[in-house]
């Protein structure tokens, strides 16, 4: 149970990292980071939906951690 509370700590910190890089790079304006930010969307909406269905899967006691692994 440890293992999966620390795979969702550091999925959360992941996003938020990432949120943060993404918010940098919205300030720029620069034209040639939309293709960056769009990337980076993706990834962070892929890191959300992780972290929810290891919480979802983690409530109902079964171990995720066997899953990707």
Same mark, same amino acid.
């Given at each position: $149970?440890?293992?999966?509370?620390? +795979?969702?700590?550091i999925?959360?910190?992941?996003?938020?990292? +990432?949120s943060?890089? *993404?918010?940098? +790079?919205?300030?720029?304006?620069?034209?040639?980071?939309?293709?960056?930010?769009?990337?980076?969307? $993706?990834? +962070?909406?892929?890191?959300?939906? $992780?972290? *929810?269905?290891?919480?979802?899967?983690? *409530?109902?006691?079964?171990?995720?951690l066997?899953?990707f692994?």
């Amino acid at each position: $149970m440890n293992d999966q509370i620390y +795979l969702i700590l550091i999925l959360i910190f992941i996003i938020i990292v +990432l949120s943060r890089f *993404i918010i940098r +790079l919205y300030h720029t304006n620069h034209p040639k980071t939309k293709a960056v930010i769009f990337y980076f969307r $993706m990834c +962070l909406g892929f890191l959300i939906a $992780m972290t *929810i269905y290891i919480i979802i899967e983690a *409530i109902r006691g079964h171990n995720v951690l066997e899953k990707f692994f």
